[in-house]
């Protein structure tokens, strides 16, 4: 919180190398790998993460020899680096690192050649499936036959994980078939993020917490992740998932799981993903009237720029929803009666993701003229501006009795740790990870099935009723019935704010 000493709490500076490691990024090409898993690379090359004899290759449709790539690398590096600062001299040295080969996932090019790369012992060997699902199995069956998927190897999968149980059970069943689940890393970038780490370093790291982490003491949580763009390119993509499938069965799941879940007998990837997984199987469907769906509007006098949703994807007919509000419960001892209730959307009023934690009022207030007017409330913002902010009850300074104001006691990251301390990007993390062989970060199958066991019916629920997304404006705060599912409860969203 407020630092009040002259002493600010530090951030080892010390970066520890991972083992030598050759990393084939499929899709290298790609978007995702261009915005952020090579710009993530090279971060951590130049923090001394990456040991000289570390390869990067790139593997894609495109017919390109190495230096073209090379340059691809450079150009995304300088393009999406942000205000990171870095030489020539750095940059270049990573170039160094990176090799291409053009292959065809569905055909024989490019996997001799790729086979003969990979053929030195001794080091880590990672295979980034950067491309649509509907290859990974192309690929992961190539890998094998080409005498790669060995026992030391392993996969990155991106999301999404299937569209429904059916599908992700199918893709597991295709993954399993070459991979032991021990190898197979299913990547959900929110889980890199720095202050999703340490919601769990509040929870359990801190006695203040956790014995009022339960029913007893919480009223309601709240975990909203709001965006300010519409669906831009993706609009085709996007208009066959929705929020529903694109943000609440992973991302805000993922959120809801390590709030909710009871401590892990110790910090390791099993026993935390034990604890999410029991979180997912404890939670209650979702009724009709406790869901609200909406779609959002072209923003006035910018119809061109900023068009509505459905002139977004070319269906005037549409009825994917760009928001999702819900209210559940989990049927366990901790959080009996508890309501979560989550929201997310496009083209709202602030990029804004948060989880807010809701405090019963006092159980009698002696300030009779205050009573049931302030509770304490533990905000967790994930982004932009990643801290934790606790609310709490003072006495308003000055004369005139004992009036009463809610202050926040702020912690934000960026002030409170070390001038200059490094950020890391999530995917900065989660591949060093991949590297350790640490997959605390990632997804289980099971997991994933569990989390489509409990979305699917909810989706089943809506197209069943033919039911229509309410329309919203642009750069407001969803459809004004989101708001009546709070007011019915004597309730209210905590305002997006960036």
């Known amino acids: 919180m407020t630092q009040h000493s002259d002493q600010r709490p530090t951030m080892s500076s010390r970066v520890i190398p991972v083992e030598p490691f050759d990393l084939v990024i499929f ?33 894609a449709r495109t017919d390109m020899d190495t230096a073209g790539f090379r340059t691809m690398v450079a150009e995304a590096i300088k393009e999406f680096s942000g205000s990171y600062s870095f030489t020539q001299a750095k940059l270049d040295a990573f170039l160094a690192r990176i090799e291409y080969l053009a292959i065809d996932a569905r055909g024989e090019k490019g996997w001799a050649e790729l086979a003969e790369l990979m053929s030195d012992e001794g080091r880590v060997e990672a295979y980034y499936f950067s491309v649509s699902p509907a290859l990974f199995g192309d690929l992961a069956e190539r890998l094998q036959k080409w005498g790669m998927a060995d026992a030391s190897a392993r996969i990155v999968v991106e999301k999404p994980f299937g569209r429904d149980l059916e599908t992700a059970r199918a893709l597991n069943k295709t993954l399993a078939t070459y991979f032991d689940e021990s190898q197979i890393y299913r990547i959900d970038h929110y889980l890199g993020k720095e202050t999703v780490q340490n919601l769990m370093a509040v929870r359990f790291g801190n006695m203040l917490f956790e014995p009022l982490w339960n029913a007893q003491y919480v ?14 390119g993706r609009g085709e993509y996007y208009d066959k998932s929705g929020a529903m499938r694109d943000m609440v069965q992973n991302h805000l799941m993922q959120l809801l799981c390590l709030i909710a879940m009871e401590p892990p007998a110790r910090f390791d990837p099993d026993a935390v993903r034990d604890e999410k997984l029991k979180v997912i199987r404890a939670l209650d469907p979702v009724l009709a009237h406790h869901i609200i769906r909406g779609q959002y509007q072209a923003e006035p006098m910018n119809e061109a720029e900023a068009p509505g949703y459905r002139t977004a994807v070319g269906d005037a007919r549409s009825r994917t929803e760009s ?8 049927s ?3 959080w009996a009666g508890t309501p979560f209730y989550l929201r997310t959307g496009k083209r709202m009023e602030a990029r804004s993701s948060e989880i807010t934690v809701v405090f019963k009022e006092t159980p009698h207030s002696i300030f009779s003229e205050d009573a049931g007017k302030h509770r304490n409330v533990l905000s967790i913002r994930l982004q932009p501006n990643e801290g934790i902010t606790l609310g709490v009850t003072i006495k308003e300074p000055g004369p005139g009795g004992m009036r009463l104001i809610d202050v926040p006691l702020d912690m934000s990251f960026a002030e409170a ?11 900065e993390r989660l591949i060093m990870d991949v590297i350790r062989g640490n997959q605390t970060l990632f997804m289980r199958g099971d997991e994933v099935e569990a989390a489509w066991g409990w979305t699917d019916p909810i ?23 989101s708001t009546e599912l709070m007011r019915r409860d004597g309730r209210e969203w905590r305002k997006v704010t960036a």
């Open 27 to 59: 899709g290298g090409t790609g978007d995702l790998a261009r915005r952020k898993i090579l710009p993530g690379l090279f971060r951590r090359f130049c923090a001394g993460q990456m040991p000289p004899q570390a390869r990067v290759i790139g593997a």
């Open 219 to 232: 009223d309601h949580i709240q975990i909203t992740v709001a965006e300010t763009v519409g669906v831009g």
């Open 323 to 330: 928001f999702i509000a819900l209210k559940t419960h989990i």
């Open 332 to 334: 366990n001892w901790r």
């Open 417 to 427: 740790l070390e001038e200059g301390a490094e950020s890391v990007d999530a995917y």
């Open 459 to 481: 989706i089943e629920g809506w197209e069943a009723r033919n039911d229509v997304p309410k329309p919203y404006e642009s750069g407001s705060d969803g459809p004004t019935d």
